[in-house]
Nanobody, 115 residues
């Protein structure tokens, strides 16, 4: 079992920045892909960014050039640096760990971007 705990959400003005953190309860990054998803009411959860076990990253088109995902293996923590935030980035952001059919989710952290 793996617990994922997100932090760093909050309220920010458009154009501002936030950094989300996701701490895993044990060392898994070398065998699990880690990802950030987001969800708004009435919509499906969507992939924002992913970092594979080998370290390669993938971003949704809507956040390319603005968001950066990284990981610190020593701290068992992944990050999502969000710059140039837009009101449409407002959502609950979830951390995800996946290895084949094994999937873990964090509890989510709210990000609100005011215009």
């Amino acid at each position: 079992q793996v617990q994922l705990v997100e932090s760093g959400g909050g309220l920010v003005q458009a154009g501002g920045s936030l950094r989300l953190s996701c701490a895993a309860s044990r060392s898994i990054f070398r065998i699990y892909a880690m990802a950030w998803y987001r969800q708004t009411p009435g919509k499906q959860r969507e992939l924002v960014a992913l970092i594979g076990s080998g370290g390669s990253t993938v971003y949704a088109d809507s956040v390319k050039g603005r968001f950066t995902m990284s990981r610190d293996n020593a701290k068992n923590t992944v990050y999502l640096q969000m710059n140039s935030l837009k009101p449409e980035d407002t959502a609950v952001y979830y951390c995800n760990a996946r290895r084949g059919e094994i999937v873990y989710w964090g509890q989510g952290t709210q990000v609100t971007v005011s215009s």
